[in-house]
T-cell receptor
Framework: DTAVSQTPKYLVTQMGNDKSIKCEQN?????MYWYKQDSKKFLKIMFS???????INETVPNRFSPKSPDKAHLNLHINSLELGDSAVYFC?????????????FGPGTRLTVL | AQKVTQAQTEISVVEKEDVTLDCVYE???????LFWYKQPPSGELVFLIR??????QNEISGRYSWNFQKSTSSFNFTITASQVVDSAVYFC?????????????FGKGTRLSVIA
């Protein structure tokens, strides 16, 4: 039973395209996150949702738009993809949003923009 | 501002050696949590441990142990009798509590290679 799942695992696309990454968690958690891991392995928060409500929005271009249809899902849509968007994107979830709970991560989506 | 420093970029050891991964953190908060995650070559992020700022007891789990020292703002991770399967990138992370909705702040990771 996969706790946090992401699709697709790999995504290769051309510059200028629009793409989406889906994330689902079956842990019953209230909070979900998107992190970006760059080519040097640095992990940085992008967004956080608590019970479908956006609570963290770091300095991310407007081309990135998260959507949470329910608290078990947090999707990431990216418009007008650029070369610099190439990275591994991780979804995570935790029981609460206050920084006390462990975040569990999905397997990651490797996005390559050509 | 919160910050996590993992000064060791890469470490290479021979199997069965002990190895310690350093983690130094900065925070103005008195209540915070520290974490270690493992990222093996397959790419997923695996949770290893969570420790709150009020619990300075060292923890041991099999070959893994953690040394938390508030006096030096460090949360170091030791692998005893390392094995090839321990080869991975290890991340230390911090979350503050008083500000509410705070994300994890990660260090840059330490790549551990265990050679047979």
């Amino acid at each position: 039973d996969t706790a946090v799942s992401q699709t697709p695992k790999y995504l290769v696309t051309q510059m200028g395209n629009d793409k989406s990454i889906k994330c689902e968690q079956n842990l019953g958690h209230d909070t979900m996150y998107w992190y970006k891991q760059d080519s040097k392995k640095f992990l940085k928060i992008m967004f956080s949702y608590n019970n479908k409500e956006l609570i963290i929005n770091e300095t991310v271009p407007n081309r990135f738009s998260p959507k949470s249809p329910d608290k078990a899902h947090l999707n990431l849509h990216i418009n007008s993809l650029e070369l610099g968007d190439s990275a591994v994107y991780f979804c995570a979830s935790s029981q609460a949003s206050g920084g006390t709970d462990t975040q569990y991560f999905g397997p990651g989506t490797r996005l390559t923009v050509l | 501002a919160q910050k996590v420093t993992q000064a060791q970029t890469e470490i290479s050891v021979v199997e069965k050696e002990d190895v310690t991964l350093d983690c130094v953190y900065e925070t103005r908060d008195t209540t915070y949590y520290l974490f270690w995650y493992k990222q093996p070559p397959s790419g997923e992020l695996v949770f290893l441990i969570r420790r709150n700022s009020f619990d300075e007891q060292n923890e041991i789990s099999g070959r893994y142990s953690w040394n938390f020292q508030k006096s030096t703002s460090s949360f170091n991770f030791t692998i005893t009798a390392s094995q090839v399967v321990d080869s991975a990138v290890y991340f230390c992370a911090l979350s503050e509590v008083h500000r509410g909705n705070t994300p994890l702040v990660f260090g840059k990771g330490t790549r551990l290679s265990v050679i047979a």
